[in-house]
């Protein structure tokens, strides 16, 4: 993925199996190019997004390539608009032999996307 399109800014591992990740929405994002001329509101794929990167840093610090399997419970509820910061937690688990994380992303207080990623080693 190239740069211009990524919107991680940092990550911080809490206890063995969290993260916390924090990410800006630059007014002029790719994102936005289309995405409701006018009225910009950012693609729930960049939201996506956002946890994948923090999901592959986390792969990047284990040692363990990873691609993502799978998305289960997949919440959108709060638009998020264009000079936004967003908050991204994540808890990582082991079942029955699948990688799984947890995910929430939030501005300000509000969740704007919830859901579970699943991956597989590469």
Known sequence: MTERWKLLKDVHWIAAEGIEAGAEVPENSVWFNGHFPGEPIL??????????EAV?????????????????????????RPGEKLSLVLAREIQNNEIL??????????TVCSGLMSVAKV
């Not at 986390?58 to 709060?78: H, M, N, Q």
């Not at 994380?101 to 509000?110: G, M, Q, S």
Request: without cysteine; hydrophobic residues 40%; positive net charge.
């Open 56 to 80: 592959l840093k986390d792969a990047s610090r284990r040692g363990e390539p990873l691609r993502i399997s799978g998305l289960k419970r997949v919440r959108f509820t709060g638009p998020v």
């Open 43 to 52: 693609p729930g794929i960049a939201l996506l997004s956002a946890v994948y």
């Open 101 to 110: 994380f947890h995910f929430k992303v939030a501005v300000r207080e509000n």
